[in-house]
Structure formats: structure tokens, C-alpha cells
């Protein structure tokens, strides 16, 4: 409904009373293992994306829900699939790491590293960017893991150009090189912490001429639309 749509948190709300409805209905994954291990995972996605007081405890639901999908879904699913709940628990992992969880952010690392292995076999370079950033920044937060760090940023590095190349409207490179300006700052960081400055400074003159090369395009696209 319009009413929904204009408040996303209702929609979540809507989103885990249905699903909850639905594993109450199957009674036990027996039932349907494929069917419950995507209730699961549709369920802990909503717990994620919800953002309110309680949210310690969506964490702990999402995280819940995320690791009963993955175990139902091990015969049933696909390895892409599997993935994809791998990352969205690391995200719920990585998250709950600021609370008094120490060892949330080593199994968020795990996650992503499991979930990074599968897309980038499969050549997606959306999810393999993603994944990559997110083990860099959890690495980061880690401390003292700098070449474990470096190395997730620039395969989310090398995907996204892959991205960029690819794209073949001036809108769709722009949108990606604004997706990516953090991205280099934090590969730039993490290889100048190695003791490589030289690299650090190839990436960050990498992701400027990017982005002047895109902005000259557009100067002059907009030229010719003078009469």
C-alpha cells in the first residue's frame, strides 16, 4: 500500500509478522527445507535492515536466522545463495561487533571470506565488490591486519572497475565512481600501513583520474547539447 511504501519500517514490521506467521504454519524445517531456509533468510534480512531502539536484539534474530537458513539450505540451496546469507550474516556479525561481542568481528570476517570465495567464482562484480569492502573494513577494525586488509580492498577495487569499464552510459559510470571514492581512501590507508606508499599513492591517482576523466566527459557531453 501507499501507506507502507512511505513508511519502510511498517513494511519490515509486515515483513517479519508474515514470515514468522509462515514458519509457525510449516512447524519445523522438516517440513520444506528449501522453502524454510528462504523464510529464514527473507526473516533475518527484515531483522537487519529494521533499524530501531531494540536493535541489539534484531541483531541476535537476524544472526539466528541467517545461521538456521545456512544450515537447513546446505542440500537445498545453491552455493550463490548460500553466499549471500554468508554476507548478510557477516553484515549482522560486523555489526554487533561495536557491542561487548569480541568475537563477532572474527566470525564477520569468516563470513565475508566464505561469501567473497563463491562471487568471485561466479564473476558477480556488485556482490564481489561489496564483500570485499566489507572484510577490508572488518580487518581494519581489527587491527594489525593490514595486508589481510589491503588485499580484500583491492579485489573490491578490481571489481569495481570491472564495473566501471562495463558501463557503457556516462550516468551508470558516474553512480559507480560514487560508489567508490571511499573505497579508495580505505585501499590507499591500508596498503600506506603495509609500508607501501608508493602503491597507496597509485590508488589514490587512480580513483582521481577516474573521476576527472568522467567529469571531462560530461563538460563536454553538455557542450554539444548548446545550441
Known amino acids: 500500500s501507499e501507506r507502507t511504501a512511505e513508511h519502510p519500517a511498517e513494511t519490515l514490521n509486515l515483513a517479519i509478522g508474515y514470515h514468522t506467521e509462515a514458519l509457525g504454519v510449516l512447524g519445523s524445517s522438516a517440513a520444506s527445507p528449501a522453502i524454510w531456509s528462504t523464510i529464514q533468510n527473507n526473516l533475518g534480512t527484515a531483522y537487519l535492515e529494521r533499524g530501531r531502539a531494540t536493535r541489539r536484539e534484531d541483531l541476535a534474530s537476524a544472526i539466528a536466522c541467517f545461521q538456521d ?4 539450505g546446505s542440500a537445498t540451496r545453491s552455493s550463490l545463495q548460500q ?4 554476507h548478510n550474516l557477516g553484515a549482522a556479525y560486523g555489526e554487533r561487533a561495536d557491542d561487548d561481542h569480541p568475537g563477532d568481528l572474527r566470525e564477520a570476517i569468516g563470513q565475508f571470506t566464505a561469501a567473497l570465495k563463491v562471487f568471485a567464482a561466479v564473476g558477480l562484480s556488485g556482490y564481489r565488490r561489496a564483500s570485499g569492502q566489507a572484510l577490508g573494513d572488518a580487518y581494519t577494525r581489527l587491527g594489525q591486519h593490514w595486508i589481510d586488509a589491503f588485499r580484500a580492498y583491492t579485489i573490491a ?6 564495473m566501471y569499464v562495463s558501463s557503457l552510459r556516462r550516468e551508470a559510470r558516474e553512480a559507480e565512481l560514487a560508489e567508490t571514492p571511499g573505497l579508495h581512501l580505505r585501499a590507499a590507508f591500508a596498503a600506506a600501513m603495509t609500508g607501501d606508499l608508493e602503491h597507496a599513492v597509485a590508488i589514490l591517482e587512480r580513483g582521481r583520474a577516474q573521476g576527472l576523466g568522467d567529469t571531462l566527459a560530461r563538460d563536454v557531453a553538455e557542450l554539444k547539447d548548446i545550441p
Open 83 to 86: 553466499a549471500m546469507t554468508r
Open 69 to 72: 537458513s545456512l544450515i537447513v
Open 157 to 162: 577495487l578490481d571489481a569495481a572497475n570491472d
